[in-house]
């Protein structure tokens, strides 16, 4: 298993740029699919951004795609979620999430370790 720290959100303008970090540690974490999720209050998590092991493949929900760019640095134990054109809809605390499994998906419950969060707040 891995351990995630999230990092980079913060209160912005609709319409700004903001670039999401998770730094991992362990061994492992090439062996980890990642993805990002995001949490509104009084709403289910919902999975927005997922990349393979390599990187070489990439899901994004609906809602933010076309919008946001997942990417990792393997040599650097890091993922990233690059965040362009946000909306107030935005607001949600974001999660990274590493699991195990051949495929990825975008059920929580095929994720093993999570980070603590970070909150994104978009004004309009």
């Known amino acids: 298993q891995v351990q995630l720290v999230e990092s980079g959100g913060r209160l912005v303008q609709a319409g700004d740029s903001l670039r999401l970090s998770c730094a991992a540690s362990?061994?492992?974490?090439?062996?980890?699919?990642m993805a990002w999720f995001r949490q509104a209050p009084g709403k289910e998590r919902e999975c927005i951004a997922i990349?393979?092991?390599?990187?070489?493949?990439?899901y994004y929900a609906d809602s933010v795609k076309d919008r946001f760019t997942i990417n990792r640095d393997n040599t650097k134990n890091t993922v990233y979620l690059q965040m362009n054109s946000l909306k107030p809809e935005d607001t949600a605390v974001y999660y990274c999430?590493?699991?195990?499994?051949?495929?990825?998906?975008?059920?929580?419950?095929?994720?093993?370790?999570w980070g603590q969060g970070t909150q994104v707040t978009v004004s309009s």
């Open positions: 362990g061994r492992t974490f090439g062996n980890n699919g």
């Open positions: 990349i393979s092991r390599s990187g070489g493949s990439t």
């Open positions: 999430a590493a699991t195990t499994a051949v495929v990825p998906r975008t059920s929580p419950s095929v994720y093993h370790s």
